[in-house]
């Protein structure tokens, strides 16, 4: 039986890659904290940053650059609501078992970026690895859906995020 401590906050750290819709794939890192009310159900606030590369008109028609490169800071933070939808063990070996998650999670916030804040839509997955009784190893997949005008034209952006991370509970 796994000895797991009775700790309900998580707190760490991830990084990994963004999509930034229009302007490429990016390096993301930043921060996560969590409150498990239940062994269901969690809510989450999560704060990320990444630097937006050049669109492809920028770089086939040798034009000024559309955005400055204060303007090309990504950052985001959001509140969701988790639920561990698919609990069991993750086995390595014959004789080491570690308790898992896969959990999905919804929730709002803000995006700054272009110049502008944007209220921001994310919808997630993951998989949560109790590696120790205090240490998990997550893998998440979100999307980060905002309005946004920046290229001429209104539009839903969608903001892929795959990343890797380490959180502990206390």
């Given at each position: ?38 062994e ?8 990320g ?6 669109t ?40 080491r ?21 944007h ?52």
């Amino acid at each position: 039986p796994p000895g797991l401590d009775t700790e309900n906050f998580e707190a760490g750290v991830f990084a990994g890659t963004i999509s930034i819709e229009d302007f490429g794939s990016s390096f993301v890192w930043g921060g996560r904290i969590a409150y498990h009310f239940t062994e269901d159900v969690f809510a989450e606030a999560t704060l990320g940053t990444a630097k937006a590369g050049r669109t492809s008109y920028e770089d086939l028609s040798g034009s000024a650059a559309l955005l400055t490169d204060d303007e090309r800071q990504f950052t985001y933070y959001d509140l969701s609501i988790g639920w561990n939808a698919l609990p069991g063990e993750v086995f390595l070996g014959g004789r080491r078992a570690m308790p898992s998650a896969v959990y999905f999670t919804l929730g709002a916030g803000s995006t700054d970026f272009g110049g502008d804040d944007h209220f921001t839509v994310t919808l997630g997955t993951g998989l949560r690895v109790l590696a120790t009784d205090w240490l998990a190893v997550h893998m998440t997949a979100r999307d980060l859906a905002f309005d946004s005008d920046l290229l001429g034209k209104d539009k839903l952006t969608h903001n892929l995020q795959f990343t890797f991370g380490l959180t502990a509970f206390f």
